[in-house]
């Protein structure tokens, strides 16, 4: 019988520890891409890596087209469903209908003033249902969809490439270890995401505040094209980027939300360690599906929060879009500050939280429905 040395032992070790470790390797891309990021691949083993630094490099890697059409797709059945209540946000927004829906006067009681708010949300809905019929529960439905799709597919795919970029280029780690997400690349991604939706779907935002505020007894616009003429004909072209500036200011918003819904996505996913560890085996289909209803939940909770304190510039970009005129015929909102000020001054403080009920309302079950969406669709094309 062979006698094998110590040394050559310890080398047989090494071989077999490298043998095991590569074999994880050599699984095609298709069986490896039904894990989520933060699952490691070990099925093929029965358990994860012993060697920690060589189990955190066994992570799926999404490519950024995925997150383009998962955005556009969550973007859209989010606005399909909420649709009513975006509308009737607009008109509460707007000084035509601020008057006309603010009939009753509201409780000092903070309880007792959010259900008069939730009161009154539903008592305009009725009123348009009976008034203007079912179809203008979803006025701004067209230039809403046309605008949701590049909207979420843009903000989604800018701010998974930005992030992936600041991790692989200034986070702390090396090759072996995955690189560790900070808060200031979630912050540098959300406001980089928020720029660059802001501009390029501006003008189509602009149609749908135009379309939602066109009383239906006295209509200016047939459709949404005709819209768009009316605008450039009679106001020119860069009046389709007017609001620009409160759109750049509710980037702050997607960045808030965006920082707040991956701080709660990283409690969550270390919770799920401690519970069940890195093994994917150790989950259950319940326990995959609580761990997504809690992920949904995180980004309603987040927007929620974004919302209610970055709420006054929706009004002012609403002013801003709206475009109304004083007795001389001259533009009464003339620009970002212009505008706070004189909606300040003429209205009161509550003037800036007009519509924030049916905002809320939508705006919530929106993005969990959107952010639900996006990670499913996510799963299934990577």
């Not at 490099?57 to 955005?71: D, I, M, S, Y």
């Not at 946000?89 to 008069?116: E, I």
Request: glycine share 8%; with cysteine; aromatic share 10%.
């Amino acid at each position: 019988m062979v006698q094998i040395k110590g040394d050559e032992k310890e080398r047989i070790k090494v071989l077999e520890r490298d043998a095991e470790t590569a074999y994880l390797y050599l699984v095609s891309d298709e069986q490896s891409s039904t894990f989520r990021d933060g699952e490691i691949i070990d099925e093929y083993r029965g358990a994860t890596s012993e060697d920690p630094a060589v189990a955190s490099t066994l992570k799926r890697e999404t490519k950024p087209w995925v997150h383009f059409v998962a955005g556009g797709i969550g973007g859209t059945v989010g606005a399909v469903v909420t649709c009513p209540l975006d509308v009737v946000k607009t008109r509460l927004q707007s000084d035509v209908y601020y008057q006309v829906y603010n009939k009753t006067l509201k409780s000092g009681n903070p309880v007792r003033q959010a259900f008069q708010h939730l009161a009154e949300t539903g008592g305009a809905i009725r009123e348009m249902y009976l008034n203007e019929g079912v179809r203008s529960l979803f006025k701004g439905l067209g230039p809403n969809l046309v605008g949701v799709i590049p909207a979420r597919s843009i903000n989604f795919f800018t701010y998974g490439l930005t992030k992936d970029f600041l991790v692989r280029n200034f986070g702390h780690g090396s090759e072996k270890k995955e690189k560790e997400e900070e808060t200031w690349m979630h912050l540098t991604a959300g406001i980089s995401a928020g720029f660059v939706t802001s501009t390029a779907t501006n003008p189509i935002w602009l149609l749908k505040t135009r379309l939602q505020l066109d009383k239906t007894g006295s209509r200016i616009y047939k459709n949404s094209w005709d819209c768009l003429k009316h605008v450039v004909k009679n106001e020119g072209f860069f009046s389709l980027y007017r609001g620009l500036s409160a759109s750049y200011l509710g980037g702050i918003e997607s960045t808030i939300q965006w920082v707040l819904y991956e701080q709660m996505r990283m409690f969550i996913n270390k919770r799920s360690l401690q519970i069940h560890g890195s093994n994917p085996k150790n989950k259950t289909t319940k326990d995959y599906v609580m761990e997504w209803s809690a992920r949904s939940g995180a980004a309603g909770l987040a927007k929620f929060m974004a919302s209610l304190i970055t709420y006054p510039h929706e009004v002012v970009r609403t002013r801003l879009r709206q475009a109304p005129l004083e007795s001389t015929g001259k533009l009464k909102y003339t620009g970002l500050i212009q505008c706070f000020k004189l909606v300040f001054k003429e209205e009161g403080f509550a003037s800036m939280y007009g519509g924030l009920t049916p905002h809320l309302l939508r705006t919530v079950p929106n993005s969990i429905i959107m952010f639900g969406t996006w990670e499913l669709v996510v799963r299934l094309l990577s």
